[in-house]
């Protein structure tokens, strides 16, 4: 037998173990990513959404009213941790958050087995901008709930921005980002007006159901949709003026909002419509949301 035999062999043999292996952890993963208690956990992350935004709605129309508050993500989780059982409350929500945050990053792994090559991309990234959004307000409230809180959104938006501003080319990204951030608020009304929304969900039961999505879906994609494209708009502003005073974070945008002609009862609506996002986030989608 040649020399070379029995390290070919050899070297066979490993590549073979290997890829045994790897099918073996692949087999695992799917069969976790696939369990249902797996998937009930991760539907609280949309429970802890919902929460927020229908915060962030009541904090909005105190703004409205002539009151105070902070009505971004943090402001709304800070309030939350002020509450009776605000601490089992943040940790609740922090265990849905990042549940779902994994549950998405499993669906980027496990995508392939599933679509064509033309939908695996699109797909992927969809779920990567979830388990983006869910970490982030995952770790927020793992900030509150470990009582280190989290700065003002509105002051951390400016300094973020200043940052940005500092490095080359920083003015071109922030413009392009604000312009980014109109856009998703585009789709985000559209979506809202068109009623797409309803391709995220599955087995609706009645017609009692099928309203209560349109009426939440419809008002609180649009409302979400109008904040985001202010907040874009905002964003743009600071690039164009290198101003970072200008990006004051969606507390900020809900505040220009207010302060324009007729805007108190846009600034009315918007909160209400927020409020109706967050039943649609954390009731309707938690419960019938496509996994």
Not at 174 to 191: E, P, Q, R
Not at 198 to 222: K, N, Q
Not at 238 to 245: G, M, Q, W
Request: with cysteine; hydrophobic share 50%; charged share 15%.
């Amino acid at each position: 037998m040649p020399a070379g035999v029995p390290e070919t062999k050899q070297r066979m043999d490993g590549l073979e173990h290997r890829n045994r292996t790897d099918n073996s952890v692949a087999e695992t993963a799917g069969r976790a990513a696939d369990s249902r208690t797996f998937e009930r956990v991760a539907r609280l992350g949309y429970v802890a959404s919902g929460i927020v935004h229908v915060v962030i709605g009541v904090i909005a129309l105190q703004i409205d009213s002539g009151g105070s508050g902070n009505a971004d993500t943090s402001g709304a989780v800070a309030a939350l941790a002020e509450q009776p059982g605000g601490a089992l409350l943040l940790w609740f929500c922090f265990i849905g958050c990042y549940a779902l945050a994994l549950f998405q990053l499993s669906r980027i792994v496990l995508a392939g087995r599933r679509l064509k090559d033309k939908e695996l991309w699109k797909d992927r990234a969809s779920n990567a901008g979830q388990a983006i959004v869910y970490g982030a307000i995952g770790t927020i409230f793992a900030s509150f709930a470990l009582g280190r809180g989290s700065d003002n959104g509105s002051s951390s938006s400016v300094s973020w921005t200043a940052r940005l501003l500092a490095v080359p080319a920083g003015q071109w990204i922030l413009a392009i980002a604000g312009l980014v951030v109109v856009g998703v608020g585009g789709y985000f009304i559209f979506k809202g007006v068109t009623r797409r929304f309803r391709r995220e969900l599955t087995g609706i039961p009645g017609s009692a159901w099928r309203r209560a999505v349109d009426v939440t879906g419809v008002a609180g994609f649009t409302a979400k949709g109008i904040s985001l494209a202010v907040l874009g708009v905002l964003l743009t502003l600071a690039a164009v003026n290198a101003d970072p005073e200008q990006s004051t974070g969606l507390d900020g945008a809900l505040h220009t909002l207010r302060d324009q002609p007729f805007g108190v009862v846009a600034l009315a609506a918007v909160g209400i419509g927020l409020m109706l996002y967050g039943l649609y986030i954390g009731i309707i989608r938690a419960r019938f949301a496509k996994l």
